[in-house]
């Protein structure tokens, strides 16, 4: 037998604001519960689905989607060359943590991908015009603006990872510092005297904090120069032919090198190239540790010892938060963002670094 239909309901069907009055909660919160929105109570969950059934509520979503300005699309936006996207593994975990969070809910995602200054300003317009709901940003360089023209648009957005120790923007990151400290600790308990590293892009917060880490557990070894000896690091772009190149330049400058810290598994997998171009077995000459513990890392010879951080936890739980604002955001369209009966400022944008772990492989 259908659902009676709420008294003063039109011919339409019952509205949001009567799935909300029976539930005894606020529109904005019952719209949350409708789209999936982590941000509220298992009570008030079961509050607002029980009376969706009793009114037989179906959300109309084209006509919710003109009234509000709503398009139920969320843009993932990655600022690199197709070559990046498609070798490195760290982006399809992401994408997979991505998308499988958005599996429960009526969100399309829109796959974006940006390569120069004429993208970033064109996806910028797309964005201020609200052409998607939200955006998440996986790769961000330092000196890239995007993030801060999405804020000044009133675009929700959530970044993979941080620009600076100081961003003020929503993120997910993972311990990078620690991470890279227990790799180098783990080389220097294993006996090894000249550990070395390759980097990622030092325009990249991510980069600067596992290259931090390598210092920091030099440092509490008591092995490290003032300054720093730079002949043991070596930048690389998170690409296996950076890592390559590092290691080459590395066994240049000090052909004793016999442990090397790289910042990315695929890095690792191009320094591993370099040392059998030049002789060097693996562990046995020189230790490898990388930084994912992707595919690649499980599937080199010998197996890579590396630094896992859980990539598609991270892609999951940064739809959680972008979920979240954008709740926020139709809570109070103006843009307003009162939270606890004041205004909201960067301190309250909401933030998670999830921890890292070293697994132990034969390349080291």
Do not use: W
Not at 53 to 65: D, F, I
Not at 300 to 318: S, W
Request: aromatic share 4%; net charge negative.
């Amino acid at each position: 037998m259908p659902a009676a239909r709420a008294e003063g309901a039109g011919k339409s069907g019952p509205t949001l604001e009567q799935v909300a009055a029976r539930a005894g909660v606020g529109r904005g919160t019952a719209s949350r519960v409708i789209n999936g929105s982590p941000r509220v109570s298992e009570r008030t969950r079961a509050a607002v689905q029980a009376a969706v059934a009793e009114l037989g509520y179906v959300p109309n979503r084209a006509a919710r989607a003109l009234a509000a300005g709503s398009m139920d699309a969320i843009a993932l936006v990655v600022p690199e060359q197709e070559n990046r996207l498609f070798a490195e593994p760290y982006f399809s975990e992401i994408l997979r943590g991505v998308s499988t969070e958005l599996g429960d809910t009526d969100m399309q995602l829109l796959l974006t991908l940006i390569r120069d200054q004429r993208g970033r300003e064109r996806f910028a317009q797309y964005a201020a015009a609200h052409r998607v709901d939200g955006v998440l940003l996986v790769s961000i360089h330092g000196d890239d603006p995007l993030p801060d023209l999405l804020r000044d648009a009133g675009m929700p957005a959530v970044l993979s990872g941080r620009r600076s120790h100081a961003e003020q923007l929503p993120y997910v990151d993972s311990d990078n510092l620690l991470g890279a400290q227990i790799a180098v600790e783990h080389l220097l308990g294993r006996g090894r005297r000249k550990v070395a590293t390759i980097t990622g892009p030092l325009d990249m917060y991510v980069a600067r904090c596992r290259l931090e880490g390598y210092h920091e557990a030099l440092r509490a070894a008591g092995r490290t120069r003032t300054p720093p000896d730079g002949r043991l690091v070596a930048e690389g772009d998170f690409t296996e032919e950076g890592g390559r190149r590092g290691m080459l330049e590395l066994l240049r400058r000090d052909p004793e090198v016999d442990a090397v810290f790289c910042a990315s598994d695929v890095m690792a997998a191009g320094a591993r190239l370099a040392l059998r171009e030049t002789g060097r077995r693996v562990p046995d000459d020189v230790a490898l540790v990388g930084f994912d513990d992707s595919a690649v890392a499980r599937h080199m010879d010998p197996p890579l010892t590396t630094v896992r951080q859980p990539i598609e936890e991270m892609g999951r739980a940064m739809v959680r938060m972008l979920l979240d604002l954008m709740a926020r955001a139709q809570d109070d369209p103006q843009g307003q963002h009162r939270a606890e009966g004041r205004e909201m400022t960067d301190d309250d944008q909401p933030r998670l670094v999830l921890p890292t772990e070293l697994i132990r492989r034969r390349s080291s």
